[in-house]
């Protein structure tokens, strides 16, 4: 783990329009993405030991980050490695469904797409106050719709994420003011299921191994 920083999108600010505005995913990516590397940096610099793991691990393990910096870890770290996940689960242009391996696991354990769809929108709106929801895959490859307060990361509780969606409302509030729903809703647009299918399909390798 070295210094981070802040990755490029690999879209333009606009291109998730009219699902995501430009304004709002250049204030995210730039401004409040930006602030939780600055400060993961800031916290690590008082512990550099701690670089010889990679953030993974320390988002995983937090019970052995330092009390000093626990909290600024677990906010802005858990925000970088949030963050630099959501990105990738968007993408510009017409989403489909997912296919091939996660298809069939969505069918088999949650009741086919139209349900998953159902309750990760319920896991989205239900979430008080700031937060993520997810679909997660356990190390015993069972899917999860799940939703976490603030930064926390579904790798706290031995999870893998594989979509993940910022519920906070800097994610949404000048495109959608209270309207959390329609901004869960219109996420379903802009979903890459490519990357998610491939996330998926790499956890249950890591599994088989362990
Ligand atoms: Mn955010």
């Known amino acids: 783990m070295s210094h981070f920083e802040l990755p490029a999108l690999e879209f333009a600010p606009d291109a998730l329009e009219p699902?995501?505005?430009?304004e709002t995913m250049m204030i995210h990516h730039d401004k409040h993405?930006?602030?939780?590397?600055?400060?993961?940096?800031?916290?690590?610099?008082?512990?550099?030991?701690?670089?010889?793991?990679?953030?993974?691990?320390?988002?995983?393990?937090?019970?052995?980050?330092?009390?000093?910096?626990r909290t600024a870890v677990r906010n802005n770290g858990g925000g970088h490695y949030n963050h630099s996940f959501f990105w990738k689960v968007l993408i510009p242009g017409?989403?489909?469904?997912?296919?091939?391996?996660?298809?069939?696991?969505?069918?088999?354990?949650?009741?086919?797409?139209?349900k998953f769809k159902e309750a990760f929108t319920n896991a989205a709106t239900g979430q008080f106050g700031s937060g993520w929801a997810w679909l997660t895959v356990t190390?015993?490859?069972?899917?999860?719709?799940?939703?976490?307060?603030?930064?926390?990361?579904?790798?706290?509780?031995?999870?893998?994420?594989?979509?993940?969606?910022?519920?906070?409302?800097?994610?949404?509030?000048?495109?959608?003011?209270n309207r959390r729903p329609e901004y869960v809703k219109n996420f379903f647009n802009v979903i890459n299921w490519d990357f998610v299918s491939d996330v998926y399909e790499k956890t249950l390798d890591a599994n088989a191994v362990q």
């Open 94 to 114: 017409d989403s489909e469904k997912p296919t091939g391996a996660l298809a069939e696991a969505i069918d088999t354990q949650l009741g086919g797409f139209e």
């Open 139 to 177: 190390k015993q490859n069972v899917l999860k719709v799940t939703n976490s307060p603030n930064q926390d990361s579904p790798l706290m509780d031995e999870a893998t994420p594989l979509l993940g969606l910022d519920v906070w409302e800097h994610a949404y509030y000048l495109k959608y003011q």
């Open 33 to 69: 993405h930006q602030t939780y590397v600055t400060n993961l940096n800031a916290a690590l610099d008082k512990h550099p030991e701690l670089k010889d793991h990679s953030l993974t691990d320390w988002i995983a393990h937090l019970d052995k980050v330092p009390e000093d910096i």
């Open 19 to 22: 699902y995501i505005d430009k």
